[in-house]
């Protein structure tokens, strides 16, 4: 069945690391998204992509990159690891733009020590 | 940018009462509002989801209702069980462009 996974499920790093979150759908969706969930704050959008080479800033993109070589993965990098950044990290993806069902993977507990 | 106001953020209610979770938005251009479950330690899930073009949507003890006027929709769920028990976010989007604005979530406890 098509889904979308992300890896690690888990994940403690120290301050000032670069840290590499993955994202990868089955579904040949166009757009992915990446979120970050923290208690009192819902779900914030860090960076999204409507396809292939494009990427585009969401409300919270500082100290975030992603890059998308390719359909299927949208990975999230933390360039320097902050400890701000202990969050739960998850990743979406919906068909095409104008079709906006957003269908989540199982997340990404980050701690940043 | 948008914004999304959710309310209440904590919500208890007896098995087979109902329940009404209200969320207002800011962007008039907004014309898609999904709303999401989230059960605890897992991935948030559509549970029902209207368009600008409706004003009311039901899927069997759930319905959602939007006031385009006024910018403001609703989640109700009747006759609740527990294992309604969940955090729900309502959220706006504007279908050109595909993203969201999340509410920040409404915590809903249904005691037996």
């Known amino acids: 069945d098509a889904e979308i996974t992300q890896s690690p499920r888990h994940k403690i790093t120290e301050t000032g690391r670069q840290v590499t979150l993955a994202c990868h759908q089955t579904?040949?969706?166009?757009?992915m998204f990446w979120y970050r969930q923290d208690l009192g704050h819902g779900l914030r959008l860090i960076h999204y992509?409507?396809?292939?080479?494009?990427?585009n800033k969401g409300e919270v993109s500082d100290g975030y990159s992603v890059s998308r070589s390719n359909t299927e993965d949208l990975p999230l990098t933390l360039e320097s690891a902050a400890s701000s950044q202990t969050s739960v990290y998850f990743c979406?993806?919906?068909?095409?733009?104008?079709?906006?069902?957003?269908?989540f993977g199982p997340g990404t507990r980050l701690t940043v020590l | 940018g948008e914004n999304v106001e959710q309310h209440p953020s904590t919500l208890s209610v007896q098995e087979g009462d109902s329940a009404v979770i209200k969320c207002t938005y800011s962007?008039?251009?907004?014309?898609?509002f999904p709303w999401y479950k989230q059960e605890l330690g897992k991935r948030p899930q559509l549970i029902i989801d209207?368009?600008?073009?409706?004003g009311e949507k039901k899927d069997q003890r759930i319905a959602v209702t939007l006031n385009k006027t006024a910018k403001h929709f609703s989640l109700h769920i009747t006759e609740t069980q527990p294992e309604d028990s969940a955090v729900y976010f309502c959220?706006?989007?504007?279908?050109?462009?595909?993203?969201?604005?999340f509410g920040k979530g409404t915590m809903l406890l249904v005691s037996p």
């Open positions: 979406a993806s919906s068909p095409e733009v104008g079709t906006d069902t957003q269908y």
């Open positions: 579904w040949n969706h166009n757009n």
């Open positions: 992509s409507y396809g292939v080479q494009d990427t």
């Open positions: 962007d008039s251009a907004s014309n898609y």
């Open positions: 209207i368009r600008s073009n409706v």
């Open positions: 959220a706006a989007g504007d279908s050109g462009y595909s993203t969201l604005t």
